[in-house]
Antibody, heavy 125, light 108 residues
Framework: QDQLVQSGGEVKKPGASVKVSCKAS????????FSWLRQAPGQGLEWLGW????????KYAERFQGRVTMTTDTSTRTVYLELRSLTSDDSAVYYC??????????????????WGQGTTVTVSS | SYELTQPPSVSVSPGQTARITCSGD??????VYWYLQSPGRAPVVVIY???ERPSEIPERFSGTSSGTTATLTISGVQAEDEADYYC???????????FGGGTRLTVL
């Protein structure tokens, strides 16, 4: 069964950086790319960007350009999200999800159909 | 920046039909995806590419899209359908995925 397993919760101070990981459970999932999303307490879903596991191609949401980096480790089937210069507004649950980039909707694209369990990032002084 | 607009809340009695709309200027040219999110859980896709339903999703979930408005319809609503629902689509440049603000479905 395809699964994405994320790293544990993080507590960071304002101005710090956080790095969250997302590991695919099997090889069947690794032909895809992955999106990172977040959800602040009581708020909706927000897309941060997309990364390809194999080509290392990335697409970042405009508002996070310059503050976010998405990387991959194909040997461990893991993708990473790094967010820098954290403020309290970055406190949220961060999710990874199997996904295509917005400009590539193939016949076998079913939306974000596999999600990680979420990682809570708390930014507090 | 591009926005998708959903009603904040919809309420229906069990067995009735719930309709949740999603409006956006780019929808005539972009697919819409719908997600159900229960409290404390990750979202689950219930409709993809406007009208397609994953095999594990009950038949009572259906989707349509016409012009700038997409609609998620839940026929014969059950108590377990009470959740937050989000629509997702690409902006007109296809550079970003965008989500609607979410609709809380309450089963009375």
């Amino acid at each position: 069964q395809d699964q994405l397993v994320q790293s544990g919760g993080e507590v960071k101070k304002p101005g710090a950086s956080v790095k969250v990981s997302c590991k695919a459970s099997s090889d069947t999932i690794i032909n895809y790319g992955f999106s990172w999303l977040r959800q602040a307490p009581g708020q909706g879903l927000e897309w941060l960007g997309w990364v390809s596991l194999y080509t290392i191609e990335t697409k970042y949401a405009e508002r996070f350009q310059g503050r976010v980096t998405m990387t991959t480790d194909t040997s461990t089937r893991t993708v990473y999200l790094e967010l820098r210069s954290l403020t309290s507004d970055d406190s949220a649950v961060y999710y990874c999800a199997r996904d295509n980039p917005p400009n590539t909707v193939t016949n076998t694209y079913y939306g974000m159909d596999v999600w990680g369990q979420g990682t809570t990032v708390t930014v507090s002084s | 920046s591009y926005e998708l607009t959903q009603p904040p809340s919809v309420s229906v009695s069990p067995g009735q039909t719930a309709r949740i709309t999603c409006s956006g200027d780019a929808l005539p040219k972009q697919y819409v995806y719908w997600y159900l999110q229960s409290p404390g859980r990750a979202p689950v896709v219930v409709i993809y590419k406007d009208t397609e339903r994953p095999s594990e999703i009950p038949e009572r979930f259906s989707g349509t899209s016409s012009g700038t408005t997409a609609t998620l319809t839940i026929s014969g609503v059950q108590a377990e359908d009470e959740a937050d629902y989000y629509c997702q689509s690409a902006d007109s440049d296809e550079t970003s995925w965008v989500f609607g603000g979410g609709t809380r479905l309450t089963v009375l």
